[in-house]
């Protein structure tokens, strides 16, 4: 398989003089989920399953094309903020390009795989004691006073490499599905699904684009209340934003496509959260499983049919928050080693000894 860049140069900012950057990015599993499906009422149901990703998340399809782009532009180092898988990805592909990376990240608010992740890619760590948002101001003001790169989601490489993940689902189905659900935080990746969909549309790819369903947590659900969240608040911290950059661009991915962004709460989320794991194997973090959770709330409402092809896209690996996952449940007591006492546990019948 052609690298991400290569695959899809004809749809991206790609020149002659670009370097073909890669970590065997994109590609990722779309994968049938029936029984999910069954359990939410829906005809067909795929999960795009991002967590594949290198670095376990839908950003190293923006990353790479950023990092690309900023090596082609002669930077050396670059720079951003963020509350964890940004920080992930922007680690990962600097080293790979050979560039210096400086993360901004603020403190006690990063989930321990995430931190784990820009330490061992070797980024330059900033702990502020700040938010996430104070930590953006001063990327911005790092960008305007220094040689640096700044690859937030300011920089429009970044939705521009995340279309990528529309074309492939179009690529993968053979057509375009009639809805895409998916997690809405600052709104970059409704944006460059919306932009991927158009494009392939444009383009004579696809007859049809899908209707957009984008779900916030309902304690940082600004699209949804009309107006910034002073202190978002939810499980899911990949969605814990309250000024989303991309707000009028997700805006108008809605309203384009005929579709929505509603909220769902904490308890929904990791209800669909666990369901997705413990009915068909995909593991995601918290934030990733909005889509599904959001699916559940309109079918169950009445508000969608459920009739036709949905997509969901799970946007992170669940092993990003460990320590989240394990407070799900009590912690098994040890017992005694011997088969007698398993079996007891497992309320089964004690098995007579063969000699
Ligand atoms: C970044 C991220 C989101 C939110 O995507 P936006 O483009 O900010 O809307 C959702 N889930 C995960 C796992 C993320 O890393």
């Given amino acids: 398989m052609p690298s991400l860049l290569e695959r899809y140069r004809d749809f991206l900012p790609v020149t002659a003089q670009t370097p073909l950057l890669t970590l065997n990015e994109g590609n990722t599993p779309l994968i049938h989920v029936p029984r999910l499906a069954n359990a939410l009422g829906v005809d067909e149901l795929w999960l795009k399953f991002e967590g594949m990703n290198p670095t376990g998340s839908f950003k190293d399809r923006g990353m790479v094309m950023a990092m690309a782009k900023a090596l082609e532009a002669g930077a050396q180092s670059v720079v951003c903020a963020s509350t964890g898988n940004t920080s992930a990805s922007a680690a990962a592909y600097a080293t790979r390009a050979g560039l210096e990376a400086v993360v901004i990240v603020p403190s006690g608010k990063i989930a321990l795989g995430k931190l784990a992740q820009a330490l061992m890619y070797g980024a330059k760590l900033v702990v502020i004691d700040g938010s996430f948002d104070d930590a953006l101001n001063i990327v911005r003001e790092m960008g305007q006073a220094h040689p640096i790169t700044v690859v937030n989601s300011v920089n429009p490489y970044r939705i521009?490499?995340?279309?990528?993940?529309?074309?492939?689902?179009?690529?993968?189905?053979?057509?375009?599905?009639?809805?895409?659900?998916?997690?809405?935080?600052?709104?970059?990746?409704?944006?460059?699904?919306?932009?991927?969909?158009?494009?392939?549309?444009?383009?004579?790819?696809?007859?049809?684009?899908?209707?957009?369903?984008?779900?916030?947590?309902?304690?940082?659900?600004?699209?949804?209340?009309?107006?910034?969240?002073?202190?978002?608040?939810?499980?899911?911290?990949?969605?814990?934003?309250?000024?989303?950059?991309?707000?009028?661009?997700?805006?108008?991915?809605?309203?384009?496509?005929?579709?929505?962004?509603?909220?769902?709460?904490?308890?929904?989320?990791?209800?669909?959260?666990?369901?997705?794991?413990?009915?068909?194997?995909?593991?995601?973090?918290?934030?990733?499983?909005?889509?599904?959770?959001?699916?559940?709330?309109?079918?169950?409402?009445?508000?969608?049919?459920?009739?036709?092809?949905?997509?969901?896209?799970?946007?992170?690996?669940?092993?990003?928050?460990?320590e989240l996952?394990?407070?799900?449940?009590?912690?098994?007591?040890?017992?005694?080693?011997?088969?007698?006492?398993?079996?007891?546990?497992?309320?089964?019948?004690?098995?007579?000894?063969?000699?």
């Fill in 160 to 322: 521009e490499g995340q279309t990528t993940a529309a074309y492939e689902i179009c690529d993968t189905l053979g057509g375009a599905p009639d809805y895409l659900a998916l997690p809405v935080g600052n709104a970059g990746n409704i944006t460059a699904y919306w932009r991927g969909f158009t494009r392939y549309f444009e383009r004579g790819h696809i007859a049809s684009r899908p209707k957009l369903l984008g779900f916030q947590a309902e304690g940082a659900a600004p699209i949804v209340y009309g107006q910034p969240v002073c202190h978002p608040e939810t499980v899911a911290t990949a969605i814990r934003i309250g000024n989303p950059a991309s707000w009028s661009y997700a805006v108008a991915a809605r309203d384009e496509s005929g579709g929505l962004i509603d909220s769902v709460t904490d308890d929904e989320i990791l209800a669909a959260w666990r369901d997705m794991a413990r009915l068909e194997g995909v593991f995601c973090e918290p934030a990733s499983a909005a889509g599904i959770a959001g699916l559940r709330k309109l079918v169950g409402a009445g508000r969608n049919d459920g009739k036709g092809r949905f997509v969901a896209v799970v946007t992170g690996h669940g092993l990003k928050d460990p």
């Fill in 325 to 355: 996952a394990v407070k799900q449940f009590a912690a098994p007591e040890p017992v005694a080693a011997d088969l007698g006492t398993v079996e007891a546990l497992l309320g089964w019948e004690a098995s007579v000894a063969v000699h």
